[in-house]
């Protein structure tokens, strides 16, 4: 059984630039959540996709986006970068109906 | 009415004593409260979980108390060993496969 992937490990971008961080479930889940961790602080809710649609969406702007392809992988995309961006962002993958996610080894992305 | 609050923020433990970290919720619609463990530069791992019909569960040297009225749980580390020493998150959730509500982590170390 193959654990949540992510890639890539680590991103520097300027502020203003667009990122894409895609995520890789675990075998057999087909919903994902998004969380991003500032540093010293618990993750917090972006959104997640289920069945390539989003089901439910925190407090975030709508420069964050995401898609679900069939396979169940997912993308992160942010536009207009700013500084406050730089965080880990990490991808957790789950069945439906069944609480239990299980995150990846997570983005580490910083915005200069 | 969705944050949950964790303390202590530090804990230092000796080798073979019992760690415990508190949290408390005000939302109450959740159902599902997990706890998460963190070695820097990973994600988050789960470690256990309990529904708020059980007061207690333990899984080997790890025991979360559940206090429903009180709305408040715990975790417990018993015979704590250096390779604990991490950050741990307490969660929570409601209805089914929903997002997760952290609090803000406790650096654990257990010292020799």
């Known amino acids: 059984e193959t654990g949540v992937t992510q890639s890539p490990t680590h991103l520097i971008k300027t502020r203003g630039q667009q990122v894409t961080l895609r995520c890789s479930s675990q075998?057999?889940?087909?919903?994902v959540s998004w969380y991003q961790q500032a540093l010293g602080q618990g993750p917090q809710f972006i959104f997640q996709?289920?069945?390539?649609?989003?089901?439910g969406r925190g407090n975030f702007p709508p420069r964050f986006s995401g898609l679900q392809f069939p396979n169940y992988s997912s993308e992160l995309n942010v536009n207009a970068l700013e500084l406050d961006d730089s965080a880990l962002y990490l991808c957790?993958?789950?069945?439906?109906?069944?609480?239990?996610?299980?995150f990846g080894p997570g983005t580490r992305l910083t915005v200069l | 009415q969705q944050q949950v609050k964790q303390s202590p923020q530090s804990l230092i433990v000796q080798k073979g004593g019992i760690s415990i970290i508190n949290c408390a919720y005000e939302?109450?619609?959740?159902?599902?409260f997990p706890w998460y463990q963190q070695f820097p530069g990973k994600g988050p791992a789960l470690l256990i979980a309990?529904?708020?019909?059980?007061s207690e569960k333990k899984e080997g040297r790890f025991t979360i108390s559940f206090n429903k009225s009180a709305k408040q749980f715990s975790l417990h580390i018993m015979d704590s060993q250096p390779g604990d020493s991490a950050t741990y998150f307490c969660?929570?959730?409601?209805?089914?496969?929903?997002?997760?509500?952290f609090g803000t982590g406790t650096r654990l170390t257990i010292i020799p």
């Open positions: 075998s057999g889940h087909n919903t």
């Open positions: 996709y289920y069945r390539e649609e989003e089901n």
């Open positions: 969660a929570a959730s409601s209805g089914g496969n929903e997002k997760l509500t």
């Open positions: 957790a993958s789950s069945l439906e109906s069944v609480n239990e996610q299980f």
């Open positions: 939302n109450t619609a959740f159902d599902y």
């Open positions: 309990i529904r708020p019909d059980v």
